[in-house]
């Protein structure tokens, strides 16, 4: 993984060799980039890469986008969004301190 791309910027969406949007989300003090926007009806993951040691940061999860995911630390985990619906759908961290949202328009 190239960091410099990966912890440069906010949002950088990037297609990935299926077409799929790509955010790369880094999970430290919270979520970097808290806010992705997405493209509707386009096939689309979140990776989340988390740095910080926290419980509270270990967990993923999103009732709206209808996920829950295990962050190990140091580790890619990829989430794949549904994006054929437009509006705003939040994520947070299992003890719901910290917290991010998906735009997709």
Same mark, same amino acid.
Request: glycine letters at 8%; aromatic letters at 8%.
């Given at each position: 993984?190239?960091?410099?791309n990966?912890?440069?910027?906010?949002?950088?969406?990037?297609?990935?060799?299926?077409?799929?949007q790509?955010?790369?989300?880094?999970?430290?003090?919270?979520?970097?980039?808290d806010?992705v926007?997405?493209?509707?009806g386009?096939?689309?993951k979140?990776?989340?890469?988390?740095?910080?040691?926290?419980?509270?940061?270990?967990?993923? #999860? =999103?009732? !709206?986008?209808g &996920?829950?995911?295990?962050?190990?630390?140091?580790?890619?985990?990829? *989430?794949?969004?549904?994006?054929? #619906? =437009?509006? !705003?759908?939040? &994520?947070?961290?299992?003890?719901?301190?910290?917290?991010?949202?998906? *735009?997709i328009?």
């Amino acid at each position: 993984m190239n960091f410099k791309n990966f912890f440069g910027g906010q949002n950088k969406v990037q297609a990935d060799n299926d077409g799929a949007q790509t955010v790369q989300i880094k999970v430290d003090h919270g979520y970097e980039p808290d806010t992705v926007s997405l493209k509707k009806g386009v096939p689309a993951k979140l990776v989340f890469h988390r740095l910080n040691e926290s419980d509270c940061l270990a967990k993923v #999860q =999103s009732s !709206e986008l209808g &996920f829950k995911k295990k962050l190990p630390l140091n580790r890619d985990v990829e *989430v794949s969004i549904n994006t054929d #619906q =437009s509006g !705003e759908f939040d &994520f947070a961290c299992g003890m719901n301190m910290f917290h991010g949202k998906v *735009v997709i328009r």
